[in-house]
Nanobody, 122 residues
């Protein structure tokens, strides 16, 4: 199982970006899928979380500006980021609890994507 994130880049203050993260492999399902970020010199923090049933939750700092969504059929989670601010500059990582089939049984494991850099210029 692998998570592949994409969509980062350089944007001006007030701009928008859309991140995508695709899970691939012998996947049966995924309940939690979400996005974390880590700014230079800071700890990694949870930005947005989604469940298979459609629930979402956000860090207070991004509420009203970021929207997480997912396509369960494609094992993909998205993060639409609007109204970007310089303090949103960070490496963004997708994270997911994946249930996969291996060795004749189903297992559940937490996976991280490789990270995608978002830079917001002032």
């Amino acid at each position: 199982v692998q998570l592949q994130a994409s969509g980062g880049g350089l944007v001006q203050t007030g701009g928008s970006l859309r991140l995508s993260c695709v899970a691939s492999g012998s996947i049966r399902s995924s309940n939690f899928m979400g996005w974390y970020r880590q700014a230079p010199g800071k700890q990694r923090e949870l930005v947005a979380a989604t469940t298979r049933g459609g629930s979402t939750d956000y860090a207070d700092s991004v509420k009203g500006r970021f929207t997480a969504s997912r396509d369960n059929a494609k094992n993909t989670v998205y993060l639409q980021m609007n109204g970007l601010k310089p303090e949103d500059t960070a490496v963004y990582y997708c994270n997911a609890d994946i249930t996969y089939y291996s060795g004749g049984v189903y297992n559940t494991k937490n996976y991280w994507g490789q990270g995608t850099l978002v830079t917001v210029s002032s």
